[in-house]
């Protein structure tokens, strides 16, 4: 059986009391990036899965193995980035058992440790999915009244459903994993993208504070969605700063009909004549530029480029009214359409949490460094002096 988080346990509290031990009278100069990793970490673990990672302890790394696992899967992954264009054909072997054949024949030490990650993740979402299943099934008290974790409540309405809505316990294990994995280092990186943003805008930090003050340190969703400042400030982060990448590959459907794509505004086709629409014939790669349209100028205005929560107030406004296929804020951050990200209220939601329990107890400053995003992996990440971290000067408010 593994340990699961005691609902006492809660993952900003534990950010709280990280930073609490800092002396009252103390600017410390800390590594945010690597507090927020754990951070996001801990949050999933508690609101998706009930577990517990262990992620906040003090002054140290995760020793939770999950936690590790988790946390080497991408890096190892975007390693292997070469082998990528075989994915296609890797599965459409009918064989699932020849494609391992094939995995543990290829002598590359970093396929053989991803799959053994891969492997390990898994059966721990595994187990976790049936010692859940089992403790709500014999009805044991913690669960059926205070679990409402994403698996947890998965599993009940998994339970009752239908024949056809009916997820295996297969599906069940890939969309834990899937959850969790899509829930950290995005979340992570806008967390770190915010309290970057906060450090280095000093009077929109203060704003900010004013108007949490006013609210629970511990508030819930309906105080977190009655704080509006909060919520056209992380809609700013997340339009100006797309955690994930600045864009992603999408191919349109090799077995329907060519597509025609209305334009809003007609352009000029290299014959000179201009166009109203794009005809996109099936199975077309198409590249969606996720950060170019969060910063079009025609759409944003001329000061697209600039972190301006203010934009946000204005409902009237036709940057914020214009009809955008992305399902969030106007934007692309989190897609659109059918495979678009489904956590993008969980996110939205985490970020405005953290924010109100942190701004609550400390004020958070630049140091005279200087920090660079690059894009390491698929993810810009922060860096100093080509070393990812993302130091902050942090101090307690006294109120
Ligand atoms: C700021 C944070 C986040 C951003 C910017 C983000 C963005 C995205 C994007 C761009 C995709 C599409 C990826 C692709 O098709 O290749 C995606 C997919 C997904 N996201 Fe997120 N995400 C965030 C947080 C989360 C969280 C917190 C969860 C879960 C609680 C989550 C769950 C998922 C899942 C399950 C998918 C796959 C959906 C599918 O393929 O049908 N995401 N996300």
């Known amino acids: 059986m593994l340990s699961y988080s005691s609902p006492r346990r809660s993952a900003d509290g534990a ?15 800390i590594d945010l990036n690597s507090i927020v990793g754990r951070t996001s970490l801990e949050l999933i673990g508690h609101a998706g899965i009930n577990y517990s990672f262990d992620a906040m302890l003090p002054g140290q790394e995760p020793t939770d193995r999950y936690a590790q696992s988790l946390r080497d899967a991408l890096p190892t992954a975007l390693k292997l980035m070469l082998l990528i264009p075989t994915l296609p054909t890797i599965l459409k072997i009918p064989f699932p058992s020849f494609g391992r054949f094939m995995i543990n024949f290829i002598p590359l030490l970093t396929l053989h440790y991803l ?18 299943k089992a403790a709500i099934q014999s009805g044991e008290m913690y669960v059926k009244d205070d679990a409402k974790d994403i698996m947890s409540l998965l599993i009940k309405s998994n339970i009752v459903a239908d024949g056809g809505m009916h997820l295996t316990d297969e599906e069940l294990v890939g969309a834990t994993s899937t959850i969790i994995s899509a829930a950290t280092d ?27 003050l006013g609210a629970p340190e511990h508030p819930d969703y309906a105080a977190l969605e009655a704080l509006p400042y909060l919520d056209a400030f992380v809609r700013e982060v997340l339009r ?13 459907c090799e077995f329907r009909e060519n597509a025609v794509l209305p334009l809003s505004k007609s352009i000029i086709g290299v ?3 201009p166009m109203k629409a794009i005809t996109v014939p099936k199975g077309t790669c198409i590249y969606i530029a996720i950060t170019a349209t969060n910063l079009y100028k025609q759409i944003w205005g001329a000061d697209a480029l600039e972190f301006k929560p203010e934009r946000w107030a204005n409902e009237k ?23 678009s990200c489904i956590g ?26 200087c920090v660079k995003w690059r894009m390491t992996s698929i993810i810009p990440s922060p860096n100093v002096d080509n070393q990812p971290c993302l130091p902050i000067l942090v101090e307690r408010v006294s109120v």
């Open 115 to 132: 799959r053994d990650r891969v492997d390990f993740n898994d059966a721990m979402a595994a187990q976790l999915v049936r010692d859940r």
């Open 15 to 29: 950010l709280h009391s990280h930073l609490s031990q800092m002396p009252t009278e103390h600017v410390l100069q």
């Open 186 to 212: 995005t979340t992570s990186n806008a967390l770190s993208r915010m309290f970057h943003t906060l450090a280095l805008h000093p009077e929109m930090q203060a704003k900010l504070r004013t108007k949490i």
């Open 240 to 252: 100006l700063y797309p955690p994930v990448t600045p864009g992603m590959f999408r191919q349109t």
């Open 271 to 273: 014959d000179g004549i």
């Open 317 to 339: 406004a036709e940057s914020v009214t214009t009809k955008m296929c992305g399902i969030y804020g106007n934007t692309m951050t989190f897609l659109g359409g059918g495979r």
């Open 344 to 369: 993008l209220k969980f996110a939205q939601l985490e970020m405005k949490a953290v924010a109100c329990v942190m701004l609550h107890a400390f004020k958070f400053s630049n140091p005279d460094l």
